[in-house]
């Protein structure tokens, strides 16, 4: 499996500083030096950083692993260390104003409703009868509120895992440009035109903002093709310059299956869960939540299509709605029933605010660690647009039991304030950010909480640099061969990356590669396994040849040391570079690489120990997070492997997706150089060179 040679101490220097390892900590401990005839060379006491870093180089390991514990405890209570939402003034202000939509303009949109319900859904033309409806209805107004009216023939690729879909079809703009606005800026309201009950309400929306004064910003009203091929009609709308739109500052999809209902769920996590403002959430979630304005429930929004939090029995909620184990992520589910079984086993002592405010907090960072936006709104945040989703909640008691010009009247005065406030919001780095953990509709988590917590996963990895590096003796030679073993494990990373679209390209153009999910699956997890095969078996013969053509002269030896440092620093720098952009990705990074820094404090020299220490790094295989998806998915919820697969590959633009990228280039690679170390054989030698520190 492994080079024998893979693992040697370095080349012998005159009068080296010898030393040992502590077999409990890991640090090694420091010998005396000496000259030819055996006298201690006395040495001045270290002093500054000097006396710093050796400090480090003795108990980098404890400090590292206390580090990390504490972030990983830091984490687990950020729902005890939540802040009460707050608005900025110009959000704020809008809690004072009356609305003013009123039942006219909810039985304007139960008109146009009532027209379009009794058209013919399966028919081929479905699209072009809704379009004429509409417009006839709104040409029939004796003075038009509208600016503009216009269809859009739209063309897209739809760049899926397997294969690229050309996908045509239109959509229909209804535009305001008021008169106290400059064009500059604009609003957009999206719907997409199967949602008929969405699409009428949207309209009624968009008539009674017409006759507002205080409104600046364009109106734009998207009335959209494409829902089942990833909300297309949304993307062909942003990507396009059919009309005018200024800057799109913020953006609302209204995404309501049916108005006969009782909770709705704002939906926030974009591309890379890129976020909204928080302002924004902060509005519609305070006006749902306010008597006022609500539908007379105490429980009203929800931030997820399947919220587990909605009961304490969501298997029952599972058995009752087929849709709710669709969405509701595997992991979450496994999450909230070990924290009731803890809880169980504590006699009840976790307050069940505590339980639901932390599955909350934990599906916000599983919803920002995958990726993957949650609602259409995700595609307006590719654009700097602050976006939401307003859908329906699959809720044990899912109805209202009122009548839809009732409901159009009550949700009709929430969106009409809401979007007074987004009028409103000329900030954009007073109390408007982006970077947040959302714990319940009254409480948040915000950057400057999560920040020091970050700042721990990080610093507990640059010890671990530093513990490796800073205090090796290894030659110039050495540390070259190191930096190239580990490039070239990381460029199999990149290629592990370019599989799946590599893949696709060529099936494209050879006919015996099927693009059917399946076989694309084959053909790809073969490949993968095969490049990982290749960077255990032979990545190191691979770095030596290198070394020769680059260097032109024979390798040094690779030092245990010098490679594990290297890995985590080039981990260590995506981390930092993640910190700010996706602080889920950091978090999970972080812990993924500082518990195999652990894993591997030392190499023991006991059979058995060595033994369980591969294990535990087997364990660790980046893998075996989809697999164990997929088997507790299939246990747990009965989902085939096939009805799986049948939802990755519905993904688009994976190899823009940041934790694809992270798992590919960043994880495979480092599991893959740790592993490969871990089974060498040369311990001995291995416990020599990792004992070895620099004396200046």
């Known amino acids: 499996m492994t080079d024998p040679n893979l693992i040697i101490t370095e080349e012998e220097e005159p009068n080296p500083i010898s030393s040992s390892t502590n077999s409990d900590t890991g640090a090694p401990t420091l010998v005396t030096p000496t000259d030819g005839n055996n006298t201690p060379i006395i040495s001045p006491p270290p002093t500054g950083i000097r006396k710093l870093f050796i400090l480090i180089g003795k108990y980098f390991n404890l400090i590292s692993l206390l580090l990390f514990i504490g972030a990983i405890g830091w984490f687990m209570c950020w729902p005890l260390l939540s802040k009460h939402v707050y608005y900025s003034e110009n959000a704020l202000s809008v809690f004072f104003q009356n609305p003013e939509y009123n039942q006219m303009d909810a039985n304007f949109g139960v008109d146009i409703y009532n027209q379009l319900k009794v058209l013919n859904r399966s028919s081929d033309d479905f699209r072009e009868q809704t379009y004429r409806t509409i417009e006839n209805y709104l040409n029939l107004e004796k003075t038009p509120f509208f600016n503009e009216l216009k269809r859009h023939s739209f063309e897209i690729e739809r760049n899926y895992i397997n294969k690229i879909v050309r996908v045509k079809g239109e959509n229909l703009y209804v535009t305001i440009r008021p008169g106290r606005g400059n064009g500059k800026e604009s609003i957009v309201l999206t719907v997409p035109f199967s949602k008929l009950e969405s699409l009428a309400f949207s309209l009624s929306i968009v008539k009674m903002i017409s006759r507002m004064k205080w409104l600046n910003h364009d109106i734009i009203l998207v009335i959209s093709d494409g829902y089942d091929q990833q909300w297309a009609g949304e993307d062909a709308f942003i990507s396009s310059a059919v009309i005018p739109t200024g800057r799109m500052r913020e953006a609302i999809t209204i995404d309501l299956d049916s108005f006969d209902f009782e909770q709705v769920a704002i939906l926030t996590e974009g591309v890379n869960g890129e976020l909204p403002n928080l302002d924004m959430v902060n509005v519609i979630t305070g006006l749902l939540s306010e008597g006022y304005y609500n539908f007379g429930s105490s429980v009203l929004a929800s931030f997820f299509k399947a919220d587990p939090t909605t009961s304490s029995n969501v298997d029952s909620v599972i058995k009752k709605y087929s849709q709710f184990k669709k969405h509701l992520p595997i992991t979450i589910y496994l999450y909230q029933k070990l924290l009731y079984k803890l809880n169980e086993a504590l006699n009840n002592a976790i307050p069940r605010d505590f339980i639901e405010e932390s599955v909350i907090v934990m599906y916000h960072w599983y919803n920002q660690l995958i990726s993957i936006p949650t609602g259409p709104h995700g595609w307006f945040r590719k654009q700097l647009t602050h976006a939401f989703t307003i859908t329906n909640s699959i809720a044990p008691s899912s109805s209202m039991n009122k009548s ?55 610093g507990a990895l640059t010890i671990q640099f530093i513990g490796n590096y800073y205090l090796e003796v290894a030659t110039g030679k050495v540390l070259t061969h190191s930096l190239i073993f580990v490039s070239t494990n990381y460029f199999i990373g990149i290629l592990i990356y370019l599989t799946p679209i590599i893949l696709r390209d060529v099936s494209i153009h050879l006919p015996f590669i099927s693009s059917t999910g399946e076989d694309f699956t084959k053909y790809w997890f073969s490949i993968v396994v095969a490049l990982v095969m290749i960077s255990l078996l032979i990545s190191h013969s691979m770095s030596s040849k290198l070394y020769e053509f680059f260097i032109g002269a024979r390798p040094g030896h690779l030092s245990w040391r010098s490679v594990k440092s290297l890995a985590v620093a080039v981990s260590t720098l995506c981390v930092g570079a993640s910190m700010i952009y996706s602080s889920a990705i950091c978090i999970f990074l972080s812990t993924f690489l500082l518990t195999l820094c652990t894993i591997t404090m030392t190499i023991p020299e006991s059979k058995i120990l060595r033994l369980f220490q591969i294990i535990a790094i087997l364990i660790m295989c980046p893998f075996n997070l989809l697999v164990a998806n997929v088997v507790a998915k299939n246990y747990y919820f009965g989902i085939s492997m096939t009805s799986q697969l049948e939802s990755l590959f519905l993904i688009t633009d994976l190899p823009h997706n940041l934790f694809y990228i992270v798992f590919c280039v960043i994880m495979i690679p480092t599991w893959v150089i740790f592993l490969l170390f871990s089974l060498t054989k040369s311990s001995h030698a291995l416990l020599i060179t990792s004992a070895k520190i620099k004396v200046e």
């Open 404 to 458: 839809l010009n009732q409901t159009f009247y009550l949700l009709g005065r929430v969106i009409e304030i809401t979007i007074r406030s987004l009028n409103n919001l000329i900030e954009q780095l007073h109390q408007s950010f982006f970077l947040y953990y959302i714990v319940s509709s009254q409480h948040y988590y915000g950057f400057e909480h999560y920040l020091p917590n970050l700042l721990m996963f990080v």
